[in-house]
T-cell receptor
Framework: QKEVEQNSGPLSVPEGAIASLNCTYS??????FFWYRQYSGKSPELIMF????GDKEDGRFTAQLNKASQYVSLLIRDSQPSDSATYLC??????????FGPGTRLSVLP | GAVVSQHPSRVICKSGTSVKIECRSL??????MFWYRQFPKQSLMLMAT?????????EQGVEKDKFLINHASLTLSTLTVTSAHPEDSSFYIC????????????FGSGTQLSVL
């Protein structure tokens, strides 16, 4: 079982819609969780981090964490074509390692 | 967020030459840095973990004599690709780990290596 799993996509949403990206992790002792955005040919950029159960909002982005279900999600409201990218979920595990999922490719259609 | 600088952003070299890539944490000290490589449309692949003042830890299948890592200070790690061959052509990315109560990982801008 992979430590961090994501649907590889592509996930296609129309412009203005809500994009919902999901991630599950296997290490129940993982302490913190991160979402990175990676444009094609560029390096990953940290866009959200969350440590506690519940929701965390930053502009159009909302990260959600459910430790009981070992589930993390990222919601992007009012999706724009510029949001089209690969989104990487990462967990900081009990082994003090950052473990990345394979990424979900998001395509926002104008 | 914290800034990680990576140079060069792009390098083209002849087969058999060596290439050095630098990764600097500009506004924080990073005792641990990581080196990744990524092929087009594929996931990040962790190559090695670089710890300041000690030998790097390489992932399985990564040749330590080919990919030399030096982490001589709290703000600088270097990756040298020795005797590069066309199959080493890839996107190399470094990242640095902040040492705070809640640790985070920030990435450099990446280096696109093309070996002719």
């Amino acid at each position: 079982q992979k430590e961090v799993e994501q649907n590889s996509g592509p996930l296609s949403v129309p412009e203005g819609a809500i994009a919902s990206l999901n991630c599950t992790y296997s290490d129940r002792g993982s302490q913190s969780f991160f979402w990175y955005r990676q444009y094609s040919g560029k390096s990953p950029e940290l866009i959200m981090f969350i440590y506690s159960n519940g929701d965390k909002e930053d502009g159009r982005f909302t990260a959600q964490l459910n430790k009981a279900s070992q589930y993390v999600s990222l919601l992007i409201r009012d999706s724009q074509p510029s949001d089209s990218a690969t989104y990487l979920c990462a967990a900081f595990t009990s082994g003090q390692n950052f473990v990345f999922g394979p990424g979900t490719r998001l395509s926002v259609l104008p | 967020g914290a800034v990680v600088s990576q140079h060069p952003s792009r390098v083209i070299c002849k087969s058999g030459t060596s290439v050095k890539i630098e990764c600097r944490s500009l506004d924080f000290q990073a005792t641990t840095m990581f080196w990744y490589r990524q092929f087009p449309k594929q996931s990040l692949m962790l190559m090695a973990t670089s710890n300041e003042g000690s030998k790097a830890t390489y992932e399985q299948g990564v040749e330590k004599d080919k990919f030399l890592i030096n982490h001589a200070s709290l703000t600088l790690s270097t990756l040298t690709v020795t005797s590069a061959h066309p199959e080493d052509s890839s996107f190399y990315i470094c990242s640095a780990r902040t040492v705070t109560t809640n640790e985070k990982l920030f990435f450099g801008s990446g280096t696109q290596l093309s070996v002719l």
